[in-house]
């Protein structure tokens, strides 16, 4: 399980610390963060879960995407 200060240091770690759309507006890292802990909380609840891989998350200032997404359950 992870916390919100948890996820907001995920995301303080990641290199390029500013967000743009491609249209070159700022992205709200806070919806990333409360998307981070929406999965967390799917995860916790459903213990058949075994490994959770999206790729590509995309995040504007409105709402987060999921592109393509892969659960592994035992």
Known sequence: PITKNDAENMVNEIKH?????ARGLKIDTNL???NILKLNKLIKS????VELDINP???NNK???VADARIVME
Do not use: G, R
């Open 46 to 49: 459903n213990k058949k879960i």
């Open 57 to 59: 998350l995309m995040v």
């Open 17 to 21: 610390k500013t967000f743009y759309t």
């Open 32 to 34: 990333l963060i409360s």
């Open 63 to 65: 709402e987060a995407i």
